[in-house]
Nanobody, 123 residues
Framework: VQLQASGGGLVQAGGSLRLSCAASGSIFSINAMGWYRQAPGKERELVAAVTSGGRTNYADSVKGRFTISRDNAKNTVYLQMNSLKPEDTAVYYC??????????????????WGQGTLVTVSS
């Protein structure tokens, strides 16, 4: 199983970016998918998450600006980021929580992380 994140880059304050993260492999199901971020010198924090049923959760700092969505058929999660601020600058990581996959003759459930994509917002 692999998670491939894309969509990061450099943008001016007030601009927008859209992140994508696709999970691939012998996947049976994925419970929650989400985005975390880690700024220099800070701990990794949850940005937004969405369950397989569509329930979402956002950090207070991004509510009203970011929107998380998910395509269950494609095992892909998206993060639309609008009205970006310099404090949004960080490496963004996607996570697939309680991902169940086929391992030869059995099903295994574990959490998986993507490789991270850098978002830089200039003032």
């Amino acid at each position: 199983v692999q998670l491939q994140a894309s969509g990061g880059g450099l943008v001016q304050a007030g601009g927008s970016l859209r992140l994508s993260c696709a999970a691939s492999g012998s996947i049976f199901s994925i419970n929650a998918m989400g985005w975390y971020r880690q700024a220099p010198g800070k701990e990794r924090e949850l940005v937004a998450a969405v369950t397989s049923g569509g329930r979402t959760n956002y950090a207070d700092s991004v509510k009203g600006r970011f929107t998380i969505s998910r395509d269950n058929a494609k095992n892909t999660v998206y993060l639309q980021m609008n009205s970006l601020k310099p404090e949004d600058t960080a490496v963004y990581y996607c996570k697939a929580g309680s991902l169940t996959y086929y391992d030869v003759t059995r099903l295994v459930t574990d959490d998986f992380w993507g490789q991270g994509t850098l978002v830089t917002v200039s003032s």
